[in-house]
């Protein structure tokens, strides 16, 4: 029984654009929410996260929304760069520092 | 200058033989992790240790053995290795202190039993 789930497995976005990443989780006891980004052969490295209490959190060119009531969160990256590419990872915090993640969403930036 | 770091990074080893992942953090955390992730991409916790304790066990044989000699490390020794252990494993580390922080993950170690 998966809690988080990222529905789309790949991205495509041109370069410039807004890159927008989806998660919908089922566990409304989640309070924390996180993104991760990974390069391959590397591990994942923290991009951004939201408390349950927000409902928008913005560093840069990413910023997450939190839809608690349809369990939903998303990341867009506007604008969108080359480096960006990446496999993205939805998280979400369930008590004594567990962390439960999606499957990932493979994020291509075409120039 | 690496913050959590993992070794081996690649391991190929046969059915049934004992083998151990070493990790390492140098960023003065008090909880580290093991993660594993599967075939189909999942990255899933398996175990959790905080000031050498264990705080998370999530439903892992017991052929797995998590060991901690100290906060700094997290050692992962696998007995009687399995075709379905082939996986990539994760170290991370963070400060649990209280709030909600994030974990630093280490690059991976790719376990390949055959």
């Known amino acids: 029984d998966q809690q988080v789930k990222q529905n789309s497995p790949s991205l495509s976005v041109q370069e410039g654009r807004i890159s927008i990443l989806n998660c919908d989780y089922t566990?409304?006891?989640?309070?924390?929410f996180l993104w991760y980004k990974k390069y391959p052969a590397e591990g994942p490295t923290f991009l951004i996260s939201?408390?349950?209490?927000?409902d928008k959190n913005e560093d840069g060119r990413f910023t997450v929304f939190l839809n608690k009531s349809a369990k939903h969160l998303s990341l867009h990256i506007v604008p969108s760069q080359p480096g960006d590419s990446a496999v993205y990872f939805c998280?979400?915090?369930?008590?004594?520092?567990?962390?439960?993640f999606g499957q990932g969403t493979r994020l291509t930036i075409n120039p | 200058d690496t913050a959590v770091s993992q070794t081996p990074k690649y391991l190929v080893t046969q059915m049934g033989n004992d083998k151990s992942i070493k990790c390492e953090q140098n960023?003065?955390?008090?909880?580290m992790y093991w993660y594993k992730q599967d075939s189909k991409k999942f990255l899933k916790i398996m175990f959790s240790?905080?000031?050498?304790?264990?705080?998370i066990n999530e439903t892992v044989p017991n052929r797995f053995s998590p060991k901690s000699p100290d906060k700094a490390h997290l050692n992962l020794h696998i007995n009687s290795l399995e075709l379905g252990d082939s996986a990539v494993y994760f170290c991370?580390?963070?400060?649990?202190?209280?709030?909600?922080?994030?974990?630093?993950f280490g690059p991976g170690t790719r376990l390949t039993v055959l």
């Open positions: 960023l003065g955390h008090d909880t």
């Open positions: 991370a580390s963070s400060q649990m202190a209280g709030g909600y922080n994030e974990q630093f």
């Open positions: 998280a979400a915090n369930q008590g004594a520092q567990k962390l439960v």
């Open positions: 566990n409304s006891m989640f309070d924390y």
């Open positions: 240790y905080n000031n050498k304790e264990l705080i």
């Open positions: 939201i408390s349950s209490i927000k």
